[in-house]
């Protein structure tokens, strides 16, 4: 008697995982949508929706943590401080659980990066994109995002007047992106970034050659080419 009713249940919960699915999809296409329009709390709710349809769903609990995150920076720009940390409590909170459910999501590491910097914590930054490439040694994603993080502090020191410094930081970012260039000679990503570096130390030649390789690689950069065209008019 019991086997009868194996298969309509078996039909249900297939139902009700789809569903699901559905549900978490529309509400976070629902929730990007109301974050574009910078409408955050119409956006925290679709997404909140969205988690209850789909608890374990690493990509909505990212996109909550950018919505706060967000937010938090508004709240901060017009003063309202503690409102401010309330929304990045919130932010860190959301793409730490984002982490948890996918510990490669390359958005939550470079959101949760930036947030740390934010909030005056280079400490736990580097720390967050150093444990992740020690652990992912030959993934692309955490080079890149790790060369990103020593430029930026690079500039930092830059503005700081510790140049010594600087120097030190933007030669640990070169260093991590040709670690990706060896492996990946067309990754535009790194190719951009390097091309960058160099522009910023004056090396006009070698930025146009690193931008337009990585053009090739990815004509979708418009802005890229925009920079290009530029640079070599400027020649």
């Known amino acids: 008697m019991k086997r009868q009713y194996f298969l309509p249940y078996f039909l249900f919960v297939l139902v009700l995982c789809f569903c699901g699915g559905c549900t978490s999809y529309n509400k976070n296409s629902e929730g990007l949508r109301y974050l574009g329009q910078a409408r955050y709390n119409e956006a925290k709710t679709a997404f909140e929706a969205a988690l209850k349809a789909e608890p374990n769903n690493a990509d909505t609990y990212y996109n909550l943590a950018a919505t706060y995150h967000q937010s938090g920076k508004i709240s901060l720009q017009s003063g309202q401080s503690a409102d401010a940390q309330l929304q990045y409590d919130q932010a860190l909170r959301n793409y730490q659980l984002a982490l948890t459910y996918n510990p490669n999501h390359t958005e939550a590491h470079r959101g949760l990066a930036v947030l740390y910097m934010e ?117």
């Open 119 to 235: 909030t005056q914590n280079a400490e736990a930054a580097f720390k967050l994109l150093i444990d992740w490439y020690n652990t992912n040694v030959t993934s692309t994603e955490p080079k890149i995002e790790l060369a990103r993080l020593y430029q930026e502090y690079a500039q930092i020191c830059q503005l700081q007047n510790r140049t010594d410094m600087a120097k030190e930081y933007l030669d640990s970012a070169v260093k991590m992106l040709q670690l990706v260039l060896v492996a990946e000679p067309d990754n535009y990503r790194a190719l951009r970034a390097v091309g960058y570096i160099k522009e910023q130390n004056g090396d006009l030649q070698g930025a146009v050659a690193d931008y337009q390789h990585s053009f090739r690689s990815n004509p979708q950069q418009k802005d890229l080419e925009n920079r290009i065209t530029v640079l070599l008019q400027g020649k």
